[in-house]
């Protein structure tokens, strides 16, 4: 039982390059969920989508795009990456967010030069 | 604006005692708190959550502890041990016609357990 699962695990990108980070969620949950996390500063939600077809902007969405290929799938996009954006990044998948909250995938660490 | 907030970066505690994990909100429209535990170079895992027509809910050594007046909640670990050691992130969410299942955390708490 994969669970979530993120590719790739580890990236180093130079600033203005491009890429993009995939998720796939094997638990037949309708929403999908991507965070960042920064020192003293927790999970910061990027973008969501609350169910196949829909997504929408969370706390921190510039610099970023997403998309809900399928029900399993859901990609994050970087078209510029800059400094700013080095960070690890958290795909999460849910059933509304209860009874257990959202189960999350192993997280890619990104560095931007 | 931090709508959750965990304002104690770290906590360390003797093995076999408790360890108390705080966390405040801001917005009353969140009637859903959970806490997250994480290792190091994994995803955080779910621990234990309260729903805000409770005041408190427990499982195993994890206590959740509600109080709506104060936008208080804490989380309990009774005794603490050594395998304990990790970050916690408290999390809320809200329901009703807005409901997403979208988690806002707050900035996490390191607790070490000495052995």
């Known amino acids: 039982n994969a669970g979530v699962t993120q590719t790739p695990k580890f990236q180093v990108l130079k600033t203005g390059q491009s890429m993009t980070l995939q998720c796939a969620q094997d638990?037949?949950?309708?929403?999908m969920y991507w965070y960042r996390q920064d020192p003293g500063m927790g999970l910061r939600l990027i973008y969501y989508s609350a169910s196949e077809g829909t997504t929408d902007k969370g706390e921190v969405p510039n610099g970023y795009n997403v998309s809900r290929l399928n029900k399993r799938e859901f990609s994050l996009r970087l078209e510029s990456a800059a400094p700013s954006q080095t960070s690890v990044y958290f795909c999460?998948?849910?059933?509304?967010?209860?009874?257990?909250?959202?189960?999350f995938g192993q997280g890619t660490r990104l560095t931007v030069v | 604006d931090q709508q959750v907030k965990q304002n104690s970066p770290s906590l360390s505690v003797q093995e076999g005692r408790i360890s108390i994990l705080n966390c405040d909100y801001t917005n009353s429209m969140f009637d859903y708190f959970l806490w997250y535990k994480k290792y190091p170079a994994e995803g955080p895992t779910f621990l234990i959550s309260i729903s805000s027509i409770k005041d408190k809910n427990e499982d195993g050594r994890f206590t959740v502890f509600l109080n709506k007046s104060a936008k208080h909640l804490s989380l309990h670990i009774v005794p603490s041990q050594p395998g304990d050691s990790a970050v916690y992130f408290c999390a809320a969410s809200e329901s009703g016609s807005s409901n997403t299942g979208k988690l806002i955390f707050g900035q996490g708490t390191t607790l070490q357990v000495k052995p």
């Open positions: 999460a998948s849910s059933d509304l967010g209860r009874p257990g909250g959202a189960f």
């Open positions: 638990m037949n949950h309708n929403s």
